[in-house]
């Protein structure tokens, strides 16, 4: 049985809603990357970043490859990366709504 759009979409917004893998899919926006580099960038331990590694190449939204005794990520489609600007957008959007409103209220409150 197929799982219905909405439930996928779902459970590929799940896979995202971890701070670190966020940090690793904005780091691989600018191009692969070794895990080393991205330690070094997420800190932490290095089996925490395995996990979320782990997460993410299950999804398919990352893939790894081997140099010699390094490994190195990449994401898998550019869409990804468009992705994430879009969530910066909206982001953005959200905050300059809430610093517009908070500017309202504050303007009542000395009436």
Do not use: C, W
């Not at 896979?15 to 991205?38: C, F, K, S």
């Not at 782990?54 to 550019?78: C, F, H, M, Q």
Request: hydrophobic share 45%.
């Amino acid at each position: 049985m197929t799982m219905p759009l909405h439930q996928a979409k779902a459970e590929f917004f799940r896979m995202l809603g971890h701070p670190v893998r966020i940090r690793v899919l904005e780091l691989l926006q600018d191009g692969p990357l070794p895990v080393r580099d991205l330690l070094a960038d997420v800190g932490g331990e290095a089996s925490s970043l395995s996990a979320q590694l782990a997460v993410l190449r299950r999804s398919g939204i990352v893939a790894a490859n081997r140099d010699g005794t390094t490994v190195v990520y990449e994401l898998t489609s550019p869409d990804v990366a468009e992705l994430l600007r879009a969530a910066r957008r909206v982001l953005a959007g959200l905050i300059t709504n809430k610093d517009e409103l908070l500017a309202l209220l504050r303007e009542e409150g000395e009436e």
